[in-house]
């Protein structure tokens, strides 16, 4: 009886110990997960800007503004494609005022942009968010308006010169992309991960 009962004590406390060891792995191994998302989506955003600002800055040194509205006409997309087949993810730059209709904002994008504004409004920070689909997670960082930006999308007759504008409707017919100041919400970065096909 005392062999059986001690033997039953151990098994018990094998089997518990087990127990308790396997739900923090699962856990972490979400939260850890859910974490590579986040800095894969940051990384990837700050790459993004990088590439884009550095093509940027030097379209505007060869030929100004013209030559910057240039590279964003026929470029730009071409460029955070390349990036998109380099981190095996999809890139998009969405917006409610696009210049390019290729930069609209879908119905969830907007529905992130009008949370986004609303804090702003009420002087809160707006900080990356990331939610997920069944095959999916979708990460989404803001793109708010700095001092170079506003040269092409400031405010007309302000910021944004008649020369300019009449160099952007020549490219941009349709054009909406304009009346930002410094520190507002122009639009979002959208990256878009496939989730592993479990075997």
């Not at 191994?29 to 590579?36: H, Q, R, T, W």
């Not at 702003?120 to 990356?128: A, G, K, T, V």
């Not at 803001?142 to 302000?158: A, N, Q, R, W, Y």
Request: hydrophobic share 40%; glycine share 6%; aromatic share 8%.
């Amino acid at each position: 009886m005392t062999k059986y009962f001690y033997l039953l004590i151990v098994s018990s406390i094998i089997w518990s110990c087990n127990q308790e060891a396997d739900v923090p792995v699962v856990e972490q191994n979400e939260e850890s997960l859910a974490m590579d998302y986040q800095q894969q989506g940051t990384i990837i955003v700050a790459e993004s800007k990088k590439a884009l600002g550095a093509n940027l800055k030097a379209a505007m040194g060869r030929g100004g503004v013209e030559e910057a509205v240039g590279f964003c006409n026929l470029k730009a997309l071409d460029l955070t494609d390349s990036l998109a087949n380099l981190y095996a993810v999809e890139i998009k730059r969405a917006t409610l005022k696009p210049r390019n209709s290729l930069n609209a904002a879908n119905v969830s994008e907007a529905q992130i942009l009008s949370v986004w504004q609303d804090k702003l409004d009420e002087s809160q920070e707006i900080l990356p968010t990331q939610f997920e689909e069944e095959d999916k997670v979708n990460f989404y960082s803001p793109i708010v308006m700095e001092s170079l930006c506003v040269t092409c999308h400031g405010v007309k007759g302000e910021s944004l010169t008649p020369e300019v504008e009449k160099i952007i409707s020549s490219k941009y017919p349709n054009d909406a992309a304009t009346g930002y100041k410094v520190g507002d919400l122009r639009g979002l970065w959208h990256i878009s991960f496939t989730k592993p096909t479990i075997q």
